[in-house]
């Protein structure tokens, strides 16, 4: 067998394909936009069981990904906590992406690489690039998230919605927060729900991918209504007056938003939600954003992870739903023994379906948690 793939987009959507298609043989050589490596201190992640699954097809350890919480709690107003027992092993985004990325030879791993266009020809398909440059395989995956340059070529009239609400995130060093406070957030997931709002959470791998107790990290998520059109090109103008699409980064939150976002938390969070966010040196916010497209499958050409879907954050199952897209494909391919027009046809039905279902229960989520406009905002 003698297939190629190019996939385009170096996160973690991308890895997982690319990992798991040279596990069954396949030549794969990936094209990230960036010309820098891919880093964010930017947060925590659910470790799924669709993750360790495709990890270890993929042949990567699985042993050290992450922190176990034994319960969670739930915060309430008059200072009394609802405890539920419930084990979740917690992760990061740095630690997925370089435990594959170290798994990806360096060769066929390509920054500074912006696709131009795509073009499907018989049984083969080209991407060119903006330095003139093309590359030509039996397989295309747009891998690159919610703006995939891919999917504006193919469904140029579908593009992430704003669903109405941010996320403030920031991490803290575990030894940087005061004991009491720490106590809390130690071994648990845990939550502050109030009217049109809510906050969570728990304790991630550390700096180095430290999982030795005082040198992990504290993750939280803080989720807030802005006005689309009034509100939220400020929140998303960062300190230099550089206007951002859907998210500001650590460090570049402007003095204003982040003093009204501190100003807000002191008003309305539970004490130890308050000393967590007052303990954060560089929070950072992200807009939550709603994406479903009706096709994922165009000839040798296919969409995966956010390229295709963006489930809002409450299902904890974004990261998820990648590493599930890759591994049917792969799997798709070996049971047609690498057929690739037969292989996408039975692959396409089931993840559609599953894109679709993942989208309507966050939208259903985000509905429980009474997220709207107008209401429990921050000011400034």
């Known amino acids: 067998m003698n297939k190629r793939a190019i996939v385009i987009g170096g996160s973690l959507a991308g890895l997982f394909s690319g990992t798991l298609l040279r596990s069954i043989g396949w030549q794969v050589d990936i094209y990230e936009r960036s010309a820098h490596d891919l880093d964010s201190r930017g947060g925590g992640v ?8 495709a990890l270890k097809k993929a042949g990567i350890a699985t042993d050290k990904l992450g922190v176990d919480a034994i319960e969670r709690y739930y915060l309430q ?10 084990r979740q092993t ?35 398909v080209t991407a060119v690039f903006d ?26 009239t579908y593009e992430p919605q704003y669903a109405g609400y941010v996320a403030y995130r920031g991490l803290i060093d575990e030894v940087n927060l005061e004991p009491e ?38 993750n939280w998520v803080w989720y807030v209504n802005y006005d689309e059109q009034t ?15 859907n998210s500001v980064p650590p460090g570049m939150i402007s003095a204003n938003v982040e003093q009204a976002m501190r100003g807000y938390a002191d008003l309305v969070l539970a004490a130890p939600f308050k000393t967590l966010i007052a303990a954060t040196k560089e929070p950072f ?12 499958v165009f000839d040798r050409i296919v969409l995966i992870g956010d390229a295709a879907f963006v489930p809002r954050p409450h299902t904890a199952a974004g990261t998820a739903k990648a590493a599930a897209n890759a591994t049917a494909l792969v799997e798709a391919l070996v049971d047609h023994s690498h057929n690739v027009p037969k292989a996408l046809r039975e692959w396409e039905i089931n993840q559609m ?7 309507k229960r966050g939208r259903s989520l985000g509905n429980r948690s009474q997220f709207s406009y107008g209401k429990g905002r921050t000011e400034g």
């Not at 107003?77 to 419930?86: R, V």
């Not at 590359?135 to 690159?144: N, P, S």
């Not at 509100?231 to 699409?245: F, M, S, V, W, Y």
């Open 181 to 218: 406070a720490a106590k809390i957030f130690t071994e648990r997931f845990v939550f502050y729900d109030f009217p049109n709002s809510h906050i969570l959470a728990y304790v991630i791998p550390g700096e180095n991918e430290s999982l030795a107790s005082g040198k992990r990290r504290f």
């Open 285 to 296: 916010v992200q807009s939550i954003l709603d994406l479903a497209v009706p096709q994922i």
């Open 90 to 124: 917690l992760t990061s985004w740095n630690i997925l992406y370089r435990s594959m990325r170290r798994h990806f030879p360096d060769e066929h791993y390509h920054q500074g690489k912006m696709l131009a266009h795509v073009q499907s020809e018989g049984t083969k």
């Open 46 to 53: 659910v470790l799924q069981t669709d993750v360790v699954v």
């Open 131 to 156: 330095d003139g440059s093309c590359e030509t395989g039996d397989l295309l995956i747009g891998a690159d998230g919610p703006t995939s340059t891919v999917r504006q070529q193919l469904l140029p």
């Open 231 to 245: 509100e939220l090109p400020h929140i998303l103008t960062d300190k230099n007056g550089r206007q951002r699409a």
């Open 77 to 86: 107003k008059d200072g009394q906590i609802e405890k539920i027992a419930m």
């Open 353 to 359: 379906s599953q894109g679709m279902q993942l989208c």
